[in-house]
């Protein structure tokens, strides 16, 4: 499947990681982004205030308190590249580090590698992953 229909893993670096130059260390607040904006090509930057800025907000946990659950759905991916497991379980492995307590993956295509890790997470009843395909003149 090419174009609008194939899903996209987005990492970025943060802080330190990023500016691998800076000799002075920041504090963790001070490496915490604030927003997020995409651009189409490496090394666009935007010139005037973004369309499609989406702002990061941070909230503490009160002492004493407890997170309510939460589960992430993921929306249909289709990756054959068995080298994107690794980047499957770095991503997966965040979001339970962020405080997920499931993860629900949909899937049209995906490498053997992939299903490997899913059942993997599976098995620890940590993730579901369903099959699913594209109705009409999309069905594969």
């Avoid at 289709?78 to 993956?105: C, H, T």
Wanted: aromatic share 10%; charged share 30%; glycine share 8%.
């Amino acid at each position: 499947m090419d174009g609008e229909y194939n899903p996209f893993l987005l990492t970025c670096l943060v802080g330190d990681e990023k500016d691998n130059a800076s000799s002075t260390s920041r504090s963790d607040e001070e490496n915490v982004p604030v927003a997020l904006s995409l651009v189409v090509r490496k090394g666009d930057r935007c010139t005037s205030e973004p369309s499609n800025l989406l702002r990061i907000e941070r909230s503490k946990v009160p002492d004493g308190s407890r997170r309510q659950k939460f589960g992430i759905c993921v929306k249909g991916i289709s990756f054959s590249d068995p080298k994107m497991a690794v980047r499957i379980v770095e991503w997966i492995e965040l979001l339970f580090l962020l405080g997920a307590d499931r993860i629900i993956f949909h899937y049209y295509n995906i490498a053997e590698e992939i299903r490997e890790v899913l059942n993997y997470y599976h098995g620890k009843d940590m993730l579901e992953f369903k099959s699913i395909t594209w109705g009409g003149l999309y069905s594969m």
